[in-house]
């Protein structure tokens, strides 16, 4: 608003009030950056946060992989105490195939907290691809209504909620152009540039049967930005997809891979209850990719109990329990396949690694939650409304306005004095 | 600061979810009873928590060892007790039998009461536990011990079955039957059903036979190959009536290979019966060294005998002369080992230790020296229960150990693991005395506006 020019009448200066000259955003620029920024982090670790909530959730606080561990090395020192008997053997198979049984649902919970990961993907990049699409379209209406000295700020207001969005998704940082358009890079992936968008294309499946993230140029130059994106919900998802939840499942492959060889090496030393070397006692697995998923106990020893390897020579049958004791010892053994840990320990560490992640990542959440909730209370003290206060100036306003027709109606009673003194 | 509608909102929002999310989290621990509900809430102290956990199931396997054990041992001292009750039984019945004045009539019914004391000893050998022969070593699928006519023969094995009471120390659960009641590996050690059986035959006015098993064994050094085997440790002694257990062993003697390099010679004994065994072995002078001519190795008791490595008498010389065990009482039944068995080609040689010969010898002199033996008896299965008494002593030490190990890491981890109920259930109600006010004020502040006071 801009007073008017006032009028002189007989050398009086008379005021002519206010005149409207247009609708301004009331916005501090610096704010808007630092919460385009804070959305772009927040929407980063809150990802990760509720992926490694789903991670945790494959490790139960109680009854998981290692009450099976320590239920199959019980037993074997029950196996040990009477190497004879089938009940014994029949326990012990049990425990096996239900440490086995645990190992499989650990990592298939894993493998769908990944394949969960892969699909947020897909919907990620789904909108992101609108709110580009919706961003380069705001950018060329701003561009034309402000070129004409249009204003344009219920665009603006539309492109910055699309724009929060988008450094939500990518942790993308956006430059405003002197014509009021912006443009947006994401990982030096040039997103928006004036009006134009480029979109990212998750169709195409990896040889890993995840997907992959195809950059597309708005002149449908293509390539694979997987690896690219660091920033923002997405980049988490693919952090997470690809680096964090593959490091568990590895660490909980090579867990169920030397327990299998040891066990078995073991196994083999010894004699069954009939006299002939010890078969296997787990199926061997040969790699470590994956081993955790099939883990089971030989179903030729499943079949048949006496095949348990309890003897340490053919001529000790039955009563020697010299084997059993040495696969019980496997329990305390360190192993270089686990970076010299006990298999216990092994699966601890993991446990804590899984734990300590999401610890981390929940503080530094809230964290900035915290820090994103003071500025946006900063930013609305600039921006906001409030009622009263607008209510106030309302009153204020109209008080004025009275006291002006007050005024008129002085002159106008003077008018009607003069008038019927005229009469 | 501007304060507008939308930061009071935002704030009362924010407010009443951290107010909730305390309460919901209390209230978790409240209902669970457990301070760590994820391992993000604690993920040191979780990861602690399940390690004792397993330390705690690694405690009640212990116990359950010991609890498996014990049954075995306490059988073990009590079936040693009943054979040491029947050794006495047998050495009353013996003294009875001792003077001149009993009948021949006697003596023989004696004999049948001692033959019954010795099934009974078999048949106390041969005990089972959860169908495991508790003398039988590892093979304790069959009884142990086999009984025809008084002669007594061990099926099983040496095994040791051993269990694990703590997590660094094992328990032996069993005593292998053939150390028990044939003095197997122990050092004087006496057979006791042999001890019954001669009594027997003493009081039925037979002989006891004593019998003497021998092998002739090089050192280990020598690595097995071609040349040395049970059939080519040929002795001549033999059974005989004359035989009175007096006989020397010369010097030490070395045996040389066909590369000149000086082997130890080592004669194993094995025996039973009473009488002591006296042997000395004559070589030719090349082969023996050091020592004096005339020294006596005395076989009172199973053992071994060593004749050490001595100089390089014979260096290079590529074949042996005949060794010979000489028995010096009769002159006649000396066990020669040919120099051909003892004649090795290049320097893989056998070192078969079952090259095993037995002397077997008629004792005459009645059942007065088996009087003694029992004594040896007796003290034998005493020192072995004493042996079970200290291993059942150690069940109970290691039981009390546990308990005490147990109940101080399932503090430790109740600590780490459980909720404090006190402080979870006062922490539980200011919380919600938070949320409350926190609601009550929210929503005096949200309805505020000046358009109320405006009419």
């Known amino acids: 608003m801009t007073t008017a020019f006032p009028s002189f009448e007989g050398g009086l200066t008379l005021g002519q009030g206010v005149q409207v000259t247009g609708v301004q955003r009331v916005v501090d620029r610096f704010f808007e950056a630092e919460l385009l920024s804070l959305h772009g982090s927040v929407g980063f670790t809150e990802a990760e946060s509720s992926a490694l909530a789903g991670v945790q959730e494959s490790f139960p606080i109680s009854g998981g992989i290692d009450a099976a561990l320590s239920n199959f090395f019980s037993a074997l020192s029950d196996l040990a105490n009477n190497p004879s008997g089938l009940q014994e053997r029949v326990a012990l198979i049990g425990k096996a195939q239900a440490l086995g049984e645990t190992l499989r649902q650990t990592r298939a919970s894993l493998t769908a907290a990944q394949h969960n990961l892969d699909n947020n993907l897909d919907s990620a990049a789904h909108g992101l691809n609108q709110a580009l699409s919706q961003i380069a379209a705001l950018n060329r209406q701003i561009a034309l209504n402000e070129s004409a000295n249009q204003p344009a700020n219920d665009f603006r207001d539309q492109r910055q909620v699309l724009l929060q969005d988008v450094t939500r998704l990518t942790g993308a940082t956006t430059r405003e152009d002197p014509d009021g358009q912006v443009t947006v890079i994401a990982d030096g992936l040039l997103l928006v540039g004036e009006g134009r968008a480029a979109t990212l294309d998750t169709s195409q499946l990896a040889p890993s049967g995840l997907h992959m993230v195809m950059y597309q140029t708005p002149d449908g130059l293509s390539f694979d930005a997987t690896t690219l994106l660091r920033g923002g919900e997405i980049g988490a998802t693919l952090n997470m997809r690809d680096t964090q939840v593959p490091a568990f499942t590895t660490t909980l492959d090579q867990f169920a891979k030397t327990l299998v060889d040891e066990v078995n090496i073991q196994h083999a030393l010894g004699f069954d209850l009939t006299g002939t070397a010890g078969g296997s006692f787990f199926t061997p697995i040969a790699a470590v990719a994956g081993a955790a998923a099939v883990v089971q106990v030989d179903p030729t020893l499943a079949a048949d109990p006496r095949l348990i390897a309890a003897a340490q020579t053919s001529t000790g049958v039955p009563g020697d329990n010299r084997n059993a004791l040495a696969l019980v010892n496997l329990q305390s053994t360190t192993f270089a396949a686990l970076g010299g840990m006990t298999l216990k320990d092994h699966f601890l560490s993991l446990l804590g690694n899984v734990g300590s992640s999401a610890q981390t990542i929940d503080n530094s959440l809230n964290f900035q939650k915290s820090l994103l909730a003071q500025v946006q209370a900063r930013r609305e003290s600039v921006s906001g409304v409030n009622i009263d206060e607008e209510m106030t100036k309302l009153i204020l306003f109209q008080r004025s306005f009275e006291a002006s027709s007050r005024l008129v109606r002085t002159a106008d009673d003077m008018y009607q004095t003069l008038i019927s003194m005229v009469r | ?455």
């Open chain 2, 1 to 455: 600061m501007r304060i507008t509608q939308q930061s009071i909102t935002a704030q009362v929002n924010d407010g009443l979810q951290q107010a909730y999310r305390r309460v919901a989290k209390t209230q978790e621990q409240v209902t669970s009873g457990l301070r760590i509900n994820h391992f993000s809430d604690d993920p040191i102290g979780a990861t602690r928590a399940l390690d004792l956990r397993s330390v705690e199931a690694s405690i009640a396997q212990y116990q359950r060892n010991i609890d498996n054990t014990t049954p075995f041992l306490t059988m073990t001292d009590q079936k040693l007790g009943d054979v040491i009750e029947g050794l006495t039984r047998a050495k009353e019945l013996a003294l009875g039998m001792v003077n001149d004045t009993n009948t021949s009539l006697e003596r023989q019914q004696t004999a049948k009461e001692i033959h019954q004391i010795l099934l009974q000893m078999v048949s106390s050998a041969n005990t089972n536990v959860d169908n495991r022969f508790i003398f039988g070593g590892f093979k304790n699928g069959l009884a142990p011990f086999t009984q025809a006519g008084g002669v007594v023969n061990y099926i099983g094995d040496n095994g040791v079955v051993s269990t694990q009471i703590d997590a660094a120390s094992t328990l032996p659960a069993n005593i292998p039957g053939n150390q028990v009641f044939q003095g197997t590996g122990v050092v004087g050690g006496v057979g006791v059903f042999d001890v019954m059986r001669d009594l027997e035959t003493v009081l039925n006015g037979g002989s006891a036979t004593n019998t003497l098993s021998m092998a002739v064994n090089l050192d280990s050094s020598i690595v097995a190959g071609a040349g040395f085997t049970p059939a080519n440790a040929v002795g001549t002694e033999a059974t005989s009536a004359t035989f009175l257990g007096e006989a020397n062993f010369t010097a030490p003697v070395t045996v040389f290979d066909s590369i000149g390099q000086a082997h130890n010679l080592t004669v194993l004994f094995a025996k039973t019966g009473a009488t002591t065994f006296k042997y000395r072995v004559v070589a030719n002078s090349n082969e023996i060294t050091g020592g004096t001519p005339g020294d006596l190795y005395q076989v009172s008791t199973e053992g071994t005998l060593v004749f050490t490595a001595g100089g390089a008498l014979n260096a290079g010389a590529s074949t042996l002369t005949d060794i010979t065990l000489n028995n010096l009482a009769d002159g006649a039944n000396n066990i020669t080992i040919t120099a051909a068995n003892l004649s090795f080609a290049g320097s893989t040689h056998s070192a078969d230790p079952s090259a095993v010969l037995t002397l077997a010898q008629t004792d005459t002199n009645g059942f007065n020296p088996q009087l003694g033996r029992i004594d040896a008896a007796i003290n034998q299965l005493d020192t072995f229960r004493a042996e079970v008494g200290a291993r059942l002593n150690r069940t109970q030490l290691s039981t009390n150990a546990l308990e005490v190990f147990k109940s101080s890491t399932m503090a430790q981890r109740s600590k780490l693991e459980d909720a404090d109920v006190l402080s979870v259930y006062s922490d539980f109600s200011r919380y919600q005395q938070a949320l409350q006010a926190a609601l009550k004020s929210a929503a005096e502040v949200v309805q505020m506006s000046l358009l109320d006071f405006l009419r």
